[in-house]
C-alpha cells in the first residue's frame, strides 16, 4: 500500500507569491491533515479535513488555507508568502477516527526568498 | 491546553548503551500517546502507541508505557545502534489532532 504522497519535495518562492502544495492520502483514508515544522516553533498543527469538511484549525493566519477533493486528496495554499513561512509541511493521512493513528509524508520543504 | 514537554537534547550514546527519553504531557480527558522519529531529510515515521492508561507501546526494541497517575510516556531502548540516530518526538492525539514536544535529537556513535 503506497504511503503518503507529497509534492513538490522542494520549492522555492519569492515573498509576496503563492503556493500550492498537494498531498495523496493513503488508501483509503479519508482524514488529511498539515503541519509545519520550522526550527523556531517545532511541529504546529494547521488545519484536518474529512471528507472534504475542514473539522479542526490550528492558530495559523487566513493566509494558510486548505481543501480536500472528493476522491480525498488534498492541497493546502499560502497566499502573499513572508520569509517567515518557509518550512517543511507535513501532510497526514488517518482513517478519521478518534484514536486512529496519523501516517506522514515525506514532506514539502518551502524556502521563501 | 494541551501540550507535551520532552527532554532536551542532544542525547548522546555509545552503541549498545540504554537509552530513556522523558516525556510528560498535561492533556484534558484520556488522550493517545505517541513517539515518531525523524530522520535526516525525511518525515516522519510513526514508531509506537499507546491508546489508554498502561498501555505499552512497543517496536524495533523501543518501548514506551502510556502512566497516567504520572502524566508521562517515556521511551526506552535496552541497547542503542548507530542507525537509531535520529530526532524522537513525543505527541499527544486528541480527535485528529496532534500535539508535539520539540524533539529530542539522539546520536549514537560507534
Known amino acids: 500500500k503506497a504511503g503518503v504522497t507529497q509534492t513538490p519535495r522542494y520549492l522555492i518562492k519569492t515573498r509576496g507569491q503563492q503556493v500550492t502544495l498537494s498531498c495523496s492520502p493513503i488508501?483509503?483514508?479519508?482524514?488529511v491533515s498539515w503541519y509545519q515544522q520550522t526550527p523556531g516553533q517545532g511541529l504546529q498543527f494547521l488545519f484536518e479535513?474529512?471528507?472534504?469538511?475542514?473539522?479542526n484549525k490550528g492558530n495559523f493566519p487566513g493566509r494558510f488555507s486548505g481543501r480536500q477533493f472528493s476522491n480525498s486528496r488534498s492541497e493546502m495554499n499560502v497566499s502573499t508568502l513572508e520569509l517567515g513561512d518557509s518550512a517543511l509541511y507535513l501532510c497526514?493521512?488517518?482513517?478519521?477516527?478518534?484514536?486512529?493513528?496519523?501516517?506522514f509524508g515525506e514532506g514539502s520543504w518551502l524556502t521563501v526568498v | 491546553g494541551d501540550s507535551v514537554t520532552q527532554m532536551e537534547g542532544p542525547v548522546t550514546l555509545s552503541e549498545e548503551a540504554f537509552l530513556t527519553i522523558n516525556c510528560t504531557y498535561t492533556a484534558t480527558g484520556y488522550p493517545s500517546l505517541f513517539w515518531y522519529v525523524q530522520y535526516p531529510g525525511e518525515g516522519l515515521q510513526l514508531l509506537l502507541k499507546?491508546?489508554?492508561?498502561?498501555d505499552k507501546g512497543s517496536n524495533k526494541g523501543f518501548e514506551a508505557t502510556y502512566r497516567k497517575e504520572t502524566t508521562s510516556f517515556h521511551l526506552e531502548k535496552g541497547s542503542v545502534q548507530v542507525s537509531d540516530s535520529a530526532v524522537y518526538f513525543c505527541?499527544?492525539?486528541?480527535?485528529?489532532?496532534?500535539?508535539f514536544g520539540t524533539g529530542t535529537r539522539l546520536l549514537v556513535s560507534p
Open positions: 505527541a499527544l492525539g486528541g480527535f485528529q489532532k496532534l500535539v
Open positions: 479535513y474529512f471528507s472534504e469538511t475542514q473539522r
Open positions: 488508501s483509503g483514508h479519508r482524514s
Open positions: 499507546a491508546t489508554k492508561a498502561d
Open positions: 497526514a493521512s488517518s482513517e478519521g477516527g478518534s484514536g486512529n493513528t496519523i501516517y
